[in-house]
Structures are given as structure tokens and as C-alpha cells.
């Protein structure tokens, strides 16, 4: 174990989501004084999935990396535990602070619970009130579990009453995600990207690896079959996940010169490409929340989402997969600018302040 301060609050990180999360937390607490150690369990080990939003972020480099690695949901979770459990215990923390709904998140808040370490949870109480999902699971989980919950959207509070989570417990603080957007908005240049790829516009970028969307090889190809129908309209880019890629290239989907599979881009790359696009298609969570704030359309592939503010208020859109050509075509009629949008409460670039504010003064009462 390297020399690291005693009683710290312990970030998990593990996976890419969690990283543009944590940074500013982390900033933000650092100059607060607030002594820190971050544990990067290795559920993301590809450079381009982890060590690239390091060097983009100013995110410290991990204290610990426990190398749980991949697996079946068990395998993965039971890595987790035991790696979680032998570093808290190592560690004694004074809070123990998780971001978002992947394994790791969940895995933390099982082992700091019976530890009896006090819990935060950032981006608490979102839903998507689908159980078929990991993170849905992962989010109920954690939430249950957890001391501090801080939330991104009001919507969010009230799915936290709903599940009986004392309101004192609750803070409403706004987007840390967004904090590292609106921070690094100086940064994000399509020019460079759109050079390197040899790029024009219009285009369109898309993502895709849900579960649910690739691992079913009919699923896979109603994917395959939509992302080619769009490309046909505007040239599509697609930074692909290595999850699910061999499932969408064995449902048909390959690299041409209108449907660009390039590999998975750093945070500052890939939200310049996004910021010059004139649509995303997406399954992602987090993918949903950056284009409203960037007035990028958001075509969102899934039957629901735990976001929904970003429909109210941003540029989402839930789609069929056999509905994203005719949207696609309206996003391309009414020309740039997303439509008439606004960002939602609070993502204004402080809300990693407000959490450090709250947890200082947490710690003082203790
Ligand atoms: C995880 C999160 C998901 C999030 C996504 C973002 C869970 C349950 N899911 O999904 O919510 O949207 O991260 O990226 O935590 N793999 C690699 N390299 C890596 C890591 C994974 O190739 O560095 C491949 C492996 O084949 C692995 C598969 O991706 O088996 C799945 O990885 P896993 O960490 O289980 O979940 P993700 O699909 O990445």
C-alpha cells in the first residue's frame, strides 16, 4: 500500500462514465483540503477506455488499481467485492464516494455498507423504471445503501421520497458531468478530429453497446440495418465500444466511406466531434445529457430513459430503431441548433462546488 493520507473520503472509479464525474468532485475537494484517495477497480483497462479521460481531465492518477478486469455480472461484482472489501478495510475511510450505476458503483456501496462506512452517491435517484437493465439494478442498489445522495434533476428527488430516502439525506446540487463539459467547452474543436478522420460536414455521430442492443444477434441486426439507412442520409462516424463490436460486425456492420467505425476517442475528441455534428444517434446514458447541452439533437435508441429531463428540456428524443431515418430526416430539415431547448437546473458548472460545500461540512460534524 503506497504512503497515502489516513481517514481519506475514497472516489471509486472504474469505468468511463464514471471518470468526467469525478473529476471535478475531486478537484473541487482538493481544494478544500479535504485528504483523498482514489481506487480505480480496472473494470475499464483499455487505455482508450480509462487512461486517455485521465490526461484529458486532470484527473490524479488512481492511488490504488485493484485489476478486477472482465467478466460475467458475477464474476465482475464478485472481483469487486473482494478487491473493495481488503482496500476499505486498508483504507478506513471517513465516506466512501461512488458515481452513477455501473458494477463498481454498486460493488463499492455492498462492501462500504457492511463496513459501516458512511456512503455518498453521486447522480443518485435517477430511473428508468426498467429492471431488464444492469444499471437500473445497480442505481436501486446503491441508493438504498447510501448516506448522501446527490441528485442531477429534480425528478430524481422525488424517485428518492418515492423509495422513502429521508429528504435530509437528499441534496439537489446539478450535474458535476456537466461542470467537466462546460469546463473543458474551450477545448472542443471539431476542426482536429474532423481533419484526422478526413471528415466533412454534415455528419452524424452514433454510439452503440447496450446489452440490449447488441448481444441479441435480431436486435443486433435492426441496429445494423438503421445505422446503414442513416448513413445514407448523412455521413455517420461511429467510435464503437469494444462491447458488442463483434456482435454488430457479424450482424453486417462494417467500416465504408459513408459509415466510419473508428476506435473508441478520448472525452475532449470525441465531444469535438459531437459539438460539430449535426445529430447523434446514441444508447448511452451520459451521451444524452452533453448534447442538450451542446444543442445537439439526440436520437436516444432505447424504449426509455433515466434521463427524461433531457427530453423535457433538452434535445432527446426516445426513437424505434425503425423510426431514426424519419427523425434523422427532420433533425437534417430544421438545420443546426437542436430545436428549441434549454439546459436544466443547476447544470451550470457548479455543482462539484455545492458537493464539496456539503461534504466538508458533513465531515465537520463528525
Ligand atoms: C459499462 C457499464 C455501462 C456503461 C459502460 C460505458 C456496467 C454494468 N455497465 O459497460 O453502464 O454505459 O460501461 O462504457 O457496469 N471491455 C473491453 N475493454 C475494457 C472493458 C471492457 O474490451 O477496458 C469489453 C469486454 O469484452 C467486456 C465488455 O466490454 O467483457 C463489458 O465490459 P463491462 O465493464 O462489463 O461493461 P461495459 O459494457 O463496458
Known amino acids: 500500500m503506497p504512503d497515502l493520507p489516513a481517514r481519506p473520503v475514497v472516489h471509486i472509479v472504474g469505468a468511463r462514465p464514471n471518470f468526467m464525474k469525478a473529476a471535478p468532485v475531486v478537484a473541487s475537494l482538493r481544494r478544500a483540503d479535504v485528504p483523498q484517495v482514489i481506487v480505480h477497480t480496472g473494470q475499464h483497462y483499455d487505455p482508450l477506455l480509462s487512461d486517455v479521460f485521465f490526461a484529458d481531465l486532470g484527473l490524479p ?27 476499505f478495510t486498508d483504507l478506513a475511510p471517513r465516506l466512501v464516494v461512488v458515481y452513477g450505476d455501473v458494477n463498481s458503483t454498486v460493488a463499492a456501496a455492498l462492501v462500504a455498507a457492511k463496513l459501516l462506512v458512511p456512503l455518498a452517491h453521486v447522480e443518485a435517484g435517477l430511473r428508468s423504471f426498467d429492471n431488464t437493465m444492469p444499471e437500473e439494478v445497480n442505481r436501486r442498489v446503491t ?44 477545448r472542443l ?67 465504408g466511406e459513408r459509415l466510419r467505425i473508428v476506435e473508441p476517442m478520448g472525452y475532449v475528441e470525441f465531444l469535438s466531434l459531437v459539438r460539430g455534428a449535426a445529430f447523434v444517434v446514441t444508447d448511452s446514458g451520459g451521451i444524452q445529457e452533453e448534447t442538450t447541452v451542446l444543442g445537439v439533437p439526440c436520437l436516444t435508441v432505447r424504449p426509455n430513459t433515466e434521463r427524461p429531463i433531457t427530453i423535457t428540456h433538452g434535445t432527446n428524443r426516445l426513437v424505434e430503431p425503425e423510426a431514426v431515418v424519419g427523425a434523422v430526416a427532420e433533425v437534417l430539415a430544421a438545420g443546426p441548433g437542436g430545436g428549441p ?21 458533513w465531515l465537520a460534524t463528525r
Open 341 to 361: 431547448h434549454s439546459v436544466p437546473p443547476l447544470w451550470d458548472g457548479r455543482a462539484s462546488e455545492r458537493i464539496a460545500a456539503i461534504v466538508v461540512e
Open 143 to 186: 441508493d438504498l445503501l447510501s448516506d448522501i445522495l446527490f441528485v442531477t434533476s429534480p425528478e430524481a428527488v422525488d424517485n428518492l421520497v418515492a423509495m422513502g430516502t429521508p429528504r435530509t439525506a437528499i441534496h439537489f446540487v446539478g450535474n458535476p458531468m456537466i461542470d467537466t463539459l462546460l469546463a473543458n467547452l474551450h
Open 61 to 87: 492518477q488512481p492511488d490504488i488499481n485493484l485489476g478486477v478486469g472482465s467478466g460475467s455480472h458475477a464474476e465482475q461484482t464478485a472481483a469487486l467485492l473482494v478487491g473493495l472489501e481488503r482496500a
Open 189 to 255: 474543436d471539431p476542426g482536429p478530429v474532423l481533419a484526422r478522420l478526413g471528415q466533412v460536414a454534415p455528419y452524424g455521430v452514433a454510439t452503440m453497446h447496450r446489452p440490449s442492443n447488441v448481444d441479441d444477434p435480431a436486435q443486433a441486426r435492426r441496429m445494423v440495418d438503421m445505422l446503414r439507412a442513416v448513413a445514407d442520409q448523412a455521413p455517420l462516424v461511429i467510435p464503437l465500444h469494444p462491447r458488442g463490436r463483434p456482435q454488430l460486425e457479424a450482424a453486417g456492420l462494417h467500416s
